[in-house]
């Protein structure tokens, strides 16, 4: 095949990939940021598309988006929230945290914060709707901004390599892409509600 022939195969797989991990990148970035974008079903679909590329250096691509998107976000959310505690009239960042960090987990996070340190914050990242109460947690505590980037980069990377293991497993089970990335999806979600639901049956057997 001559060269002039190959390059329409190579060329959408390239454009395809230009605009893939910077919007992979600025998804997670904005999902980090403001938590209303599923992050975690985000990296597993990217996931599931390099798998089924056979390329090492795609899932390779994947992971060093994903966690460094997720730890330039965690980092820039809670700077404004150190930023929002020191001002008189606070930051609606501080108060997006709060919203979405209930009073209870909170208190959890608070307990855990001070027995175990970084160690809860790695952990914090990987438990659905864990990571706003124990970001809080740390702003409460005042730790600073340098104490948080150390615990937070190990969390990122944990987290990403946790949701691209999900994508590569969605990936695994069928031929298609799109069946994996579906698959995929529906596992992060049952991940993201389980613990919701756990708590619901508890409180119900327990009421």
């Known amino acids: 095949m001559s060269p002039v022939a190959a390059v329409p195969a190579v060329t959408p797989d ?3 990939q230009a605009v893939g991990y910077p919007s992979l990148f600025l998804l997670v970035l904005i999902g980090a940021l403001v938590p209303v974008v599923p992050t975690g079903a985000l990296v597993s679909s990217a996931a599931v598309v390099a798998f089924h590329r056979a390329a090492p250096l795609s899932m390779l691509l994947v992971f060093v988006t994903a966690s460094l998107a997720a730890f330039l976000g965690d980092v820039a ?3 404004l929230g150190r930023r929002g505690m020191k001002s008189k009239n606070g930051s ?3 108060e997006a945290i709060r919203d979405r960090a209930p009073e209870d987990r909170l208190e959890q996070a608070q307990g855990k914060l001070a027995d175990h340190g970084v160690a809860v914050l790695v952990l914090s990242r990987l438990v659905p709707a864990g990571r706003l109460p124990v ?3 740390c702003l409460v505590a005042k730790w600073p ?3 948080f980037v ?3 980069l190990p969390a990122c990377l944990a987290w990403a390599a946790t949701y ?3 994508g590569v497993v969605g990936g695994s089970l069928f ?4 069946e994996g990335v579906l698959a995929a999806i529906v596992l992060t979600v049952l991940i993201s509600v389980a613990p919701g639901l756990w708590r619901r049956l508890r409180g119900t057997a327990t009421g």
């Open 175 to 178: 031929d298609r892409p799109w």
């Open 77 to 79: 959310l809670y700077w």
């Open 92 to 94: 609606r960042w501080l």
């Open 145 to 147: 901004l340098r104490r």
């Open 164 to 166: 691209q293991l999900i």
């Open 150 to 152: 150390r615990g937070n």
């Open 135 to 137: 970001m809080l947690a």
């Open 14 to 16: 390239i454009t395809q």
